[in-house]
């Protein structure tokens, strides 16, 4: 691997490094400063809506920006100063405003980190994606275990440990090529011919779907692990071993793209999702989870690697930083609020445990719908779903 690669892949590392304190111990830290399930809840999912109002802004940005990486640097900076604020107060309120601010940031910098990471890529047509994105799940791992250990006496550290992350992203993103922006209506024109590209639409919505589900598992997760038993120090391995088990698919994605139809790929991912949650709903032992925690590496990545690598396929180069945008105001947007914000007022009816029986039901519900539209589609000769 080059140099400049080199930078791609420690820029991915940090940057997951980061992800790992704030998505995995912001629900701690917001059940230990005794919020109940249904704020969380609301804390969880008001971001997130914040975010996709900001995900078309910048990804319009970055398309028409003299370079994305100027783009880049401004959610890394913005992110990185808007974390510090959150231990002024521990009120519901200022909370709520905090949690929108800095996901007004933090949740473009994946699709556009993605989208530069891909154009550079087309220059080195013998590094896959997998291998670049391989440094996140690394970092994330890396990361999930040091704090699991910090958290449990020190959980308010996450704060200047978040903001530290991205000042070292901010260095490494000076290493990167300029990625030009392209003079374009983003949002408009060609680019809403995606909606009219049936393959497109399958692989969104069943993505949506089962997205649903993993911002239920985000959101509620580490509050459930701890209320079976679990303390900061084994969440932080149970993510490990989520994170690690990422490392085939990245490993060999480019060998299944060309072997296997995304379609069918999206619908073992969904089938994954199923199992996981339907195990987690069954176990009230902190330990039997670890090993489902291995199901992870066939649902988040393949779904993220897929989506961006598909988008990078199909879209054309002056809408790709929306494409990707796109898919994040979808998947980390949209999904995640119906995820967590109706995951909170369920869990607070029903418990969490009962959520995860119907995360399952919602995610074996869509492996059946989706895969006898598939089955139709195959046996009328269409090619909208044939193998790419």
Same mark, same amino acid.
């Given at each position: 691997?080059?140099?400049?690669?080199?930078?791609?892949?420690?820029?991915?590392?940090?940057?997951?490094?980061?992800?790992?304190?704030?998505?995995?111990?912001? *629900?701690?830290?917001?059940?230990?400063?005794?919020?109940?399930?249904?704020?969380?809840?609301?804390?969880?999912?008001?971001?997130?809506?914040?975010?996709? +109002?900001?995900?078309?802004?910048?990804?319009?940005?970055?398309?028409?920006?003299?370079?994305?990486?100027?783009?880049?640097?401004?959610?890394?900076?913005?992110?990185?100063?808007?974390?510090?604020?959150?231990?002024?107060?521990?009120?519901?309120?200022?909370?709520?405003?905090?949690?929108?601010? %800095?996901?007004?940031?933090?949740?473009?910098?994946?699709?556009?980190?993605?989208?530069?990471?891909?154009?550079?890529?087309?220059?080195?047509?013998?590094?896959?994606?997998?291998?670049?994105?391989?440094?996140?799940?690394?970092?994330?791992?890396?990361? @999930?275990?040091?704090?699991?250990?910090?958290? $449990?006496?020190?959980?308010?550290?996450?704060?200047?440990?978040?903001?530290?992350?991205?000042?070292?992203?901010? &260095?490494?993103?000076?290493?990167?090529?300029?990625?030009?922006?392209?003079?374009?209506?983003?949002?408009?024109?060609?680019?809403?011919?995606?909606?009219?590209? $049936?393959?497109?639409?399958?692989?969104?919505?069943?993505?949506?779907?089962?997205?649903?589900?993993?911002?239920?598992?985000?959101?509620?997760?580490?509050?459930?692990?701890?209320?079976?038993?679990?303390? =900061?120090?084994?969440?932080? /391995?149970?993510?490990?071993?989520?994170?690690?088990?990422? &490392?085939?698919?990245?490993?060999?994605?480019?060998?299944?793209?060309?072997?296997?139809?995304?379609?069918?790929?999206?619908?073992?991912?969904?089938?994954?999702?199923?199992?996981? /949650?339907?195990?987690?709903?069954?176990?009230?032992? *902190?330990? /039997?989870?670890?090993?489902?925690?291995?199901?992870?590496?066939?649902?988040?990545?393949?779904?993220?690697?897929?989506?961006?690598? %598909?988008?990078?396929?199909?879209?054309? *180069?002056?809408?790709?930083? =929306?494409?990707?945008?796109?898919?994040?105001?979808?998947?980390?947007?949209?999904?995640?609020?119906?995820?967590?914000?109706?995951?909170?007022?369920?869990?607070? @009816?029903?418990?969490?445990?009962?959520?995860?029986?119907?995360?399952?039901?919602?995610?074996?519900? @869509?492996?059946?719908?989706?895969?006898?539209?598939? +089955?139709?589609?195959?046996?009328?000769?269409?090619?909208?779903?044939?193998?790419?």
């Amino acid at each position: 691997m080059s140099t400049r690669l080199a930078a791609f892949f420690l820029f991915y590392a940090v940057i997951y490094m980061g992800n790992a304190v704030y998505g995995t111990f912001l *629900p701690v830290y917001l059940s230990h400063e005794q919020f109940s399930q249904e704020q969380i809840g609301v804390m969880l999912s008001l971001g997130p809506l914040v975010a996709m +109002i900001g995900q078309p802004i910048w990804g319009a940005f970055g398309d028409k920006a003299r370079t994305k990486n100027m783009v880049l640097m401004a959610l890394l900076i913005g992110s990185g100063a808007s974390i510090l604020f959150f231990p002024l107060s521990n009120t519901f309120m200022f909370l709520l405003l905090m949690i929108c601010v %800095f996901t007004f940031f933090q949740t473009s910098i994946f699709a556009l980190s993605d989208a530069i990471t891909l154009e550079e890529l087309d220059r080195h047509p013998k590094v896959s994606f997998g291998w670049i994105r391989l440094g996140g799940t690394i970092g994330f791992a890396i990361m @999930s275990l040091v704090f699991g250990h910090i958290a $449990k006496d020190h959980i308010g550290s996450m704060f200047p440990v978040y903001a530290g992350a991205m000042a070292v992203a901010l &260095l490494l993103l000076w290493q990167f090529p300029p990625a030009a922006g392209r003079q374009a209506n983003a949002m408009g024109g060609k680019f809403r011919e995606l909606f009219t590209n $049936k393959k497109f639409m399958f692989y969104m919505s069943l993505n949506f779907i089962v997205q649903i589900t993993l911002g239920y598992y985000y959101a509620f997760f580490p509050i459930y692990f701890k209320e079976v038993g679990g303390d =900061s120090s084994l969440l932080g /391995w149970s993510m490990v071993i989520s994170s690690l088990s990422e &490392l085939p698919f990245l490993l060999f994605s480019g060998w299944i793209f060309k072997r296997v139809s995304m379609s069918v790929i999206l619908l073992v991912a969904a089938f994954a999702s199923a199992v996981r /949650w339907f195990l987690f709903s069954q176990f009230e032992n *902190p330990y /039997w989870m670890l090993p489902v925690q291995v199901l992870h590496g066939v649902i988040f990545i393949v779904l993220a690697v897929t989506l961006a690598t %598909f988008i990078n396929r199909e879209v054309p *180069p002056a809408w790709k930083a =929306s494409g990707q945008t796109l898919n994040g105001l979808l998947s980390l947007g949209a999904a995640r609020i119906i995820g967590s914000f109706l995951g909170g007022i369920l869990s607070a @009816s029903y418990g969490m445990r009962q959520v995860f029986l119907y995360s399952s039901w919602v995610s074996m519900g @869509s492996v059946v719908l989706f895969g006898l539209l598939l +089955i139709w589609q195959r046996k009328r000769g269409a090619e909208a779903f044939s193998a790419e």
